[in-house]
């Protein structure tokens, strides 16, 4: 578990109990990027899919790249 996430719920535990509305508590929505600034709407490269699964056929490879982006937005948090 990463440090931040430790502290994150240590935070929670602790202070979850005020009343106040936390303002770093935000929806996926509040933190999803514009629609221009959003890479995952970026058409997917098959040569750089091909670089990063050079062991699985092009369609394998492009869906593992596919998967891969979809996880990464997931671990930043940014929404869908």
């Known amino acids: ?12 535990r ?3 109990w005020l ?8 929806s996926a929505e509040d933190v ?3 629609r221009h600034d959003d890479w995952l709407l970026d058409p997917i490269n098959q040569q750089e899919a091909s670089a ?5 056929s092009k369609e394998r490879a492009i869906l593992q790249y596919q998967k891969m982006r979809l996880q990464i ?5 940014r929404g869908y």
């Open 32 to 34: 999803a990027p514009e």
């Open 52 to 56: 990063l699964f050079p062991h699985l």
């Open 19 to 26: 009343p106040i509305h936390q303002r770093w508590e935000r």
């Open 1 to 12: 578990m990463h440090p931040l996430e430790t502290f994150s719920q240590w935070r929670r």
């Open 14 to 16: 602790w202070f979850g």
């Open 73 to 77: 937005r997931e671990q930043e948090q």
